[in-house]
């Protein structure tokens, strides 16, 4: 158990829809990613923030957008959803929470499926 | 250019054999990590080793270890005395500036009884 945890587990719905997509960092970790992981596309990063402010922006789409709260869990939001975004999206942590320095450590992941 | 060059898409190898897993990349910033993760069929991220390139050491994790070869730009996994529960993707990642990760493509390691 890496200490991040990452709600809903399991996702369906429908294209046009919007969903709402929450991670909460092991705790004393300041930074959390999100990354989106499909069968084509591989492993990508999406967007990092850091202690509630936008630090990098990878392949994200227009359509998805992030925040990150003072008590810095995090929501990543998917609007006008299609077909290709179904993924499993990965939430990831680090910082002074322990472990190794430098690594992220990954929630178990959403499955998300639009239909 | 991929950053990040795993060759092998999958591999087979016998239980309690050394496994090699290969990893290339490439960048020219100075400082930079490498990462190795694994993720079962259950899909979890589980992270297994880092290296810093400023390491002068191999870095081990119980039965993990990384040969980095820095003039090769090559950051190999090495799984000793492999397992079935080994049976997984690995992906080989690095971070360069701020914090973002960039992956390989992954190889499927099965481990045969």
């Known amino acids: 158990d890496s200490g991040v945890t990452q709600t809903p587990k399991h996702l369906i719905t429908a294209t046009g829809q919007r969903v709402t997509l929450r991670c909460s960092p092991r705790?004393?970790?300041?930074?959390v990613y999100w990354y989106q992981q499909s069968l084509d596309q591989g492993l990508q990063f999406l967007i990092q923030?850091?202690?509630?402010?936008?630090?990098a922006k990878g392949n994200i789409l227009e359509r998805f957008s992030a925040q990150q709260f003072p008590d810095l869990h995090s929501e990543l939001n998917l609007s006008s959803l299609e077909l290709g975004d179904s993924a499993l999206y990965f939430c990831?942590?680090?910082?002074?929470?322990?472990?190794?320095?430098?690594?992220?450590?990954f929630g178990p992941g959403t499955r998300l499926t639009v239909l | 250019a991929q950053k990040i060059t795993q060759t092998q898409p999958g591999m087979f190898v016998q239980e309690k054999e050394a496994v090699t897993l290969d990893c290339t990349y490439d960048?020219?910033?100075?400082?930079?990590?490498l990462f190795w993760y694994k993720q079962p069929s259950s899909g979890e991220m589980i992270f297994l080793i880092y290296?810093?390139?400023?390491?002068?050491q191999n870095a081990t994790e119980g039965r993990y270890s990384l040969n980095f070869q820095k003039a090769r730009k090559s950051a190999n996994l090495v799984i000793s005395a492999s397992q079935l529960g080994d049976s997984a993707m690995y992906f080989c990642?690095?971070?360069?500036?701020?914090?973002?990760?960039?992956f390989g493509k992954g190889t499927r390691l099965h481990i045969l009884p």
């Open positions: 990831a942590s680090s910082g002074p929470g322990g472990g190794t320095p430098d690594t992220q450590y």
């Open positions: 705790s004393g970790d300041l930074s």
């Open positions: 923030y850091y202690n509630g402010e936008e630090r």
């Open positions: 960048t020219s910033d100075p400082s930079y990590g």
């Open positions: 290296q810093g390139s400023y390491d002068q």
């Open positions: 990642a690095m971070r360069e500036s701020y914090d973002k990760i960039i």
